[in-house]
Every structure is written in structure tokens, then in C-alpha cells.
């Protein structure tokens, strides 16, 4: 058991060149690059055949194609790194105490590296075409949509939490299973909801590697960073301050274990 609340960690230098958060930093790079490269294919490709994209079966074929891409980068990292693949996560476990700052550096600097990888490797695929680039719908402002995808990222640490951080010791293999499948619906559902007003990016890591490899248009970039990062954040303190109860805290499990362990 421990005794009160887990705390901001700063950490230790030597934590950034241990060999369980390099093979951690590996696994958050491959998995962001799976992920970057399925759900910007699937945008790129529907921009290929149709000329509307906000039709509803674009939508519903993009939010589809963001699930399953996400449920399965999730899948092959929570026993590994904790399966964040997205800066706000990590982010949002870093502010509840669940991992200290030093591996959240690595593991950004690893999401930002894996979703440049995605999305060139994209680029070469398809002969250097130009990837798509997000825009805000006529009648957004940039601070409408950071509020929106605040409110996305919000919901998606809070899911996070509670499937792959919070399982109770005799669910712990139950929570493996349904952190993917409960974020990658969540995911999908919300490109379903605000897709149409500024492309629910949820992940900063998704908006950074299209545009350093194709649009290079960074007017409303930052909406995609400050939007996740203040709704995770927040989420991770909600869930750890208010629904977690001290009195009942274990260790980490297996599934955050990449996650949540000190410097």
C-alpha cells in the first residue's frame, strides 16, 4: 500500500539512459509511427477518392480507421512502455505522479520522432505526395477548437486511467484488454463528433509529423498541443486527486508498469 497521494517526480539524470526506458522509448516510437501512418493514410487516402471529405462515410471511414489504428498501437506498447502514443498522456500521467519528468522527456521525444517516421514514411510511400493538413472549420476560432480538443483529451486520459492505470490487481489482465479497446472507441467516436470542426486530433504528436513532413502550415498548430495538453492534464489530476481514494492505492500494475516506475 501506499501512504497518500503520488506526487509531481522530477527523477534522476541516469533515468533517461536506463535500458528499461530506452526499450520503453523504442516501443512509444513504433507504436506513434503505426498509429500516425494508418490514420493519416486512411485521411489521405479518402482525400484521394472523394473530393468531400466531410461527407458522412468519409467521417465515418476516417474515425473507423482512427480506432482500430490506435486500439492496436495501444495493444502492442501497454505491457511495454504503458501504451501512451500520445504526448497528452504522457503529460497527463506525468502531473498524477504515474511517471516522473525525465522518462516523460523521453518518452515525448520519442512520440514526436515516431510520428515524423509515420508520416515520411508515408510521403515516400505514395511518391512525395503532399499530405493533408488540418483547418478549422468556417466559424471556429482557434480558442473554440483548443476547448474542443481539450475536452477530447480530457475524456481520453480519463479512460486511460481507468482501464490501464487503475485496474484492480485481480483485473489487471481484464485492463490490458479493454485499454485499447476503450480508447480506440473513444477515439473514434469523437473524430465522429468534432472531426467536421478541426479534424479531433487529440494528439499533438499527430498534428506535429504531417506537418514537418507535408503542409508545413503552422497558423493554428498550436491549437493541437495546448488543446490535448490542458485536457489530459487535467484529466490526470482529476482522476488521481478526486476518484482515486488514497486508502485504496496499490503499486502500479503490470499494464502502467512502463509508466509509473520512479527514477
Not at 517526480?9 to 533517461?16: I, Q, Y
Not at 490490458?176 to 472507441?185: D, F, H, I, N, S
Not at 487529440?202 to 506537418?211: D, L, Q, S, T
Request: hydrophobic fraction near 50%.
Amino acid at each position: 500500500m501506499r501512504a497518500g497521494r503520488r506526487r509531481f517526480n522530477v527523477g534522476r539524470l541516469a533515468t533517461a539512459t536506463d535500458p528499461g526506458t530506452l526499450r520503453c522509448a523504442v516501443a512509444e516510437l513504433l507504436a506513434t509511427a503505426i498509429f500516425v501512418f494508418a490514420a493519416e493514410g486512411a485521411t489521405h487516402s479518402l482525400g484521394r477518392m472523394y473530393h468531400d471529405k466531410g461527407m458522412v462515410s468519409g467521417l465515418m471511414a476516417v474515425a473507423l480507421a482512427h480506432a482500430l489504428a490506435l486500439a492496436a498501437a495501444v495493444a502492442c506498447t501497454v505491457n511495454i512502455s504503458g501504451g501512451h502514443v500520445n504526448p497528452a498522456i504522457t503529460f497527463g500521467a506525468l502531473l498524477g505522479g504515474r511517471i516522473c519528468l525525465v522518462r516523460s522527456l523521453v518518452y515525448w521525444t520519442a512520440q514526436l520522432l515516431g510520428a515524423v517516421t509515420g508520416a515520411l514514411l508515408l510521403s515516400l510511400a505514395t511518391g512525395g505526395v503532399r499530405l493533408p493538413e488540418y483547418a478549422l472549420a468556417g466559424g471556429m476560432n482557434g480558442w473554440h477548437a483548443a476547448v474542443l480538443e481539450a475536452a477530447m483529451a480530457f475524456g481520453l486520459m480519463y479512460a486511460y486511467y481507468a482501464t490501464a492505470m487503475e485496474p484492480p490487481p485481480q483485473r489487471v489482465h481484464a485492463g490490458m484488454t479493454m485499454a485499447p479497446l476503450a480508447m480506440g472507441l473513444l477515439a473514434g467516436a469523437n473524430v465522429l463528433a468534432c472531426g467536421a470542426f478541426d479534424g479531433a486530433v487529440m494528439n499533438p504528436a499527430r498534428a506535429f509529423g504531417p506537418a514537418i513532413v507535408g503542409s508545413r502550415r503552422w497558423g493554428n498548430h498550436w491549437v493541437y498541443w495546448v488543446g490535448p495538453m490542458v485536457g489530459a492534464g487535467l484529466s490526470g489530476v482529476v482522476y488521481e486527486h478526486l476518484v482515486v481514494s488514497p486508502a485504496d492505492e496499490e503499486e502500479p500494475a503490470a499494464p502502467s508498469r512502463g509508466s509509473s516506475r520512479r527514477a
